[in-house]
């Protein structure tokens, strides 16, 4: 596999005001996965059935198999220090990724960037198009933050390669 840029994606307990990571996952230039489900801070009390219903993970999940914050933060500093890392809706995955560390006193070892500064014009216009291609093909079940990460990533692929 050619060497790609990380792609990092969150779900969250829903969007707008108050909402926060319940789970983070990357997938690394050359493919491998991370991903981590995240324990809500105590003040974290923001919760949306509908974000549930997508993600499918309830609170419940996040309580008895979420990582603390702490480790979290760490060990996204650990693996993706000093890289700079690109998400697909970079507003809202910046904010939350903020709200992390901003939780823990940490501050991230890695810069998140828009994925669109990847994209031409043209690869721009044609991604949406070549994701839904790329999902019908990979056939992913789950709307989970490694699985989109790792869609994104495939579909980056596709987009840059040569007509």
Known sequence: ???????LDLEASGFGRGSYPI?????????????SLIQPAP???????QAQALHGISRELLQRHGRPREWVAQELNSRLSGQTVYSDSWAYDYSWLARLYDSVGMQPGFKLDDLRRLLSEDEALRFGDVKQQVRAEVQLRRHRASADAKLLQLTLMRVKQPA
Do not use: A, K, N, Y
């Open 1 to 7: 596999m050619q060497c790609m840029p990380t792609i």
């Open 23 to 35: 789970e983070i996952g990357f997938v690394q230039g050359q493919g491998l996965p991370f991903c």
């Open 43 to 49: 003040d974290w009390d923001h919760w949306d059935p």
